[in-house]
């Protein structure tokens, strides 16, 4: 779970940032804290510990697959790289 985690963000972060899309990585990393907040005041106590670490690397599969496809579109937009 942690290397999929790490990979998730390495890529995300890394293709905002080889862009110069500094703003877009800072609201993917305002967005993954907020949601991570909401997260933590919805789930009870007891499950925290098994239900937090899972919808973290949910969000951020989401967030990696958004910048993939945001960067994709970009090269067919140019014509290639």
């Known amino acids: 779970m942690a290397i999929v985690t790490g990979a998730c963000v390495g890529v995300a972060g890394g293709f905002l ?3 110069g899309d500094a703003i ?3 609201i993917a990393i ?3 804290a907020t949601a991570m907040a909401a997260s933590y005041f919805i789930v009870p106590k007891g499950a925290r510990s098994v239900v937090l670490p ?3 690397l949910a969000i951020l599969i989401r967030v990696a697959a958004a910048v993939v496809l945001y960067d994709a579109l970009l090269v067919a937009g ?3 790289f």
Do not use: N
Request: no cysteine; charged share 15%.
């Open 78 to 80: 140019r014509g290639g």
């Open 30 to 32: 305002s967005g993954v």
């Open 24 to 26: 877009g990585l800072a």
């Open 54 to 56: 899972i919808v973290l």
């Open 17 to 19: 940032l080889t862009d």
